[in-house]
């Protein structure tokens, strides 16, 4: 079963890639075998270091949905 958590997290990975154009994982591909590893195994990029303009409280909700 799919749980709140899942929409959270898909929020923040949406709203991430919508800031930056990037995946909130360091080489992610969404396409490859390793995706699904990658994501439970890796913490996201933080969104200040391809963004150093955004607010550092809005940083900090969208680490805490990219949480695994």
Do not use: C, Q
């Not at 898909?10 to 591909?29: C, K, Q, W």
């Not at 396409?31 to 607010?55: C, F, G, K, Q, W």
């Not at 809005?58 to 949480?67: C, G, M, P, S, T």
């Amino acid at each position: 079963d799919v749980k709140e958590p899942a929409d959270i997290y898909s929020a923040g990975a949406t709203l991430y890639y919508l800031l930056t154009l990037r995946y909130p994982f360091l080489d992610f591909d969404p396409y490859t075998s390793d995706a699904y590893s990658m994501i439970l195994e890796n913490p996201a990029v933080p969104l200040r270091a391809h963004r150093p303009d955004v607010p550092g409280k809005l940083e900090w909700v969208l680490a805490k949905a990219l949480e695994n």
